[in-house]
């Protein structure tokens, strides 16, 4: 006689209890371990259920080239940490068990780990790669071996379960990957009479795809503050409720839907707590509630009845960030949301600004070198810490005997005239000065490849040719040619040109 959909979910819950007793059973009692590491084992535990690599911390290591990377690195931790102990004590007691965790807990507890009077010297690290196992068991700190043992026990059960129950035929199989072995308590449910179970990673993987296309890319501030302007309920059927539902994914066309139960046990818990303040804000909006605002920073639900109020002050403890209500950014009175400088305005400016910083230095032609300089006062002959002698007009290397021979006016520095030179001792022409044009130009060419290949400023990208020109125009208005700020002396050292001038001397005739 087939089973009813109520009646399988019953002897499901009935077995997840049986596998909740088990775990007491393998000599290893959760119980007992701190709350703090109980919750870190739940949740490493429920990763794991979710298809993410997180039991490296407890697993063998395959390839014998992974097993000495982890022993050479998790030895040379041991030894860098227990720099008062005694080098055989501690390689004994990695030798002993074998796991970073567990050799650092028992030369904690063997007494030895300031036995000696002088640190020991740190010797340098194993050239191979530090294996992600060993990450995460450093990561993990002294709760590393408690939590690599209650993993290990859980693990051994799960196995233990999936073998005995497939002996006898009660594993379920996935409607959507068709994983055949899955435990019970493990499946997840549609909401329809069929009672459709999924594993939960297909779950999972469905979910982050159907709300990354849809819920999580909402603008909740413009849905606040358009059910704000507008009460009508044309403007509230507008809003579509239907992305924040996730649908049954069977194959057959089900009409249910995966409850927020089996969500919360599918997603991770940052995109869970996304998902349920999403979906509330968007309830909230649809409802005509018009005294909910969103955080643009992590979307919780703040209620500001003054619908003059422009600053949002997110009361979630984890968040606690002040922003703009109007432009969802930094709060930032007295400035008006036009006066203030988005993220990506600003790594254009900064970037423009250095390019046209970098067109008005020079570097040294020593290819082992190629040091910045500028030119304050003096004579275009430079001289370089590294040794080298160079033409500050055209950049070329000077003899260092004669550099003088060089210019086409030579004498004034102690040298000869060069027939058909361009470069002279003292000044600039006007044929080695950037134009404003040329710098404009450059600049914008810099621009483009810039956009090209940071492709996530997109607000900037997507500008007006017109708006785009204004800004570099502005720029280069007040970084280019011979400007400097009033009143200051030429040969003052801002902090970026001093940077780049730094080490160069000035060749003064004597």
């Known amino acids: 006689m087939d089973k009813s959909p109520r009646q399988q979910i019953l002897e499901d819950e009935a077995l997840a209890r049986m596998l909740s007793a088990e775990k007491h059973d393998l000599g290893f009692d959760e119980a007992e371990l701190p709350q703090d590491t109980q919750a870190e084992v739940e949740d490493m535990w429920a990763s794991w259920l979710r298809g993410e690599d997180v039991l490296d911390v407890v697993s063998e290591v395959d390839s014998e080239a992974a097993s000495r990377a982890y022993a050479l690195h998790a030895a040379h931790a041991l030894l860098s940490e227990f720099r008062r102990a005694p080098a055989h004590i501690v390689r004994q007691a990695f030798a002993q068990t074998g796991t970073y965790s567990e050799a650092r807990k028992l030369v904690e507890e063997s007494g030895e780990a300031q036995k000696l009077k002088s640190k020991r010297p740190i010797k340098p690290a194993p050239p191979c790669e530090v294996p992600k196992r060993l990450e995460r068991e450093k990561k993990l700190g002294p709760r590393a071996f408690a939590v690599s043992k209650a993993l290990k026990k859980r693990r051994e059960a799960y196995t233990a ?5 497939r002996s006898v035929g009660g594993l379920g199989t996935c409607g959507c990957c068709f994983d055949d072995e899955v435990l019970p308590e493990d499946e997840l449910r549609c909401s329809a009479a069929g009672a459709h179970s999924f594993c939960i990673v ?23 503050s358009s059910s704000i302007s507008s009460s009508s309920s044309s403007s509230q059927a507008a809003l579509d ?12 066309g089900c009409d249910g839907h995966i409850p927020e139960g089996a969500l919360r046990r599918a997603l991770p818990t940052k995109d869970y707590v996304r998902y349920s303040r999403r979906s509330a804000a968007l309830q909230a909006a649809k409802s005509g509630l018009q005294d909910l605002v969103a955080c643009p920073a992590c979307d919780f639900m703040v209620e500001m009845s003054d619908h003059n109020d422009s600053v949002v002050v997110c009361l979630d403890p984890e968040c606690g960030k002040v922003t703009c209500r109007w432009c969802r950014q930094p709060e930032h009175s007295p400035l008006r949301c036009s006066e203030v400088e988005k993220d990506s305005e600003t790594r254009i400016r900064t970037f423009l600004e250095e390019r046209m910083a970098e067109a008005h230095l020079r570097r040294c032609p020593n290819p082992t070198c190629r040091k910045p300089y500028e030119k304050t006062e003096g004579c275009n002959h430079m001289r370089c810490p590294c040794g080298t002698r160079c033409c500050f007009l055209c950049g070329e290397e000077l003899d260092k005997n004669r550099p003088y021979d060089h210019f086409k006016d030579g004498h004034l520095g102690g040298g000869r005239d060069k027939s058909g030179s361009r470069c002279v001792v003292y000044g600039t022409p006007a044929w080695a000065q950037k134009s404003t044009a040329q710098l404009k130009e450059d600049a914008e060419r810099a621009l483009d490849q810039y956009l090209k290949d940071n492709p996530e400023l997109e607000e900037v990208a997507h500008l007006s040719g017109g708006a785009r020109r204004k800004r570099l125009q502005s720029l280069v208005e007040q970084h280019g040619p011979n400007k400097r700020a009033r009143g200051q002396d030429p040969r003052q050292e801002d902090a970026e040109s001093g940077r780049a001038r730094e080490g160069w001397g000035l060749c003064i005739v004597q």
């Open 202 to 224: 297909c779950v999972k993987r469905a979910s982050l795809e159907f709300f990354g296309n849809g819920l999580f890319t909402l603008n909740l501030a413009q849905t606040s």
């Open 161 to 165: 379960r999936v073998k005995a129950l």
């Open 241 to 252: 409720l239907s992305c924040a539902v996730l649908r049954c994914m069977h194959t057959s």
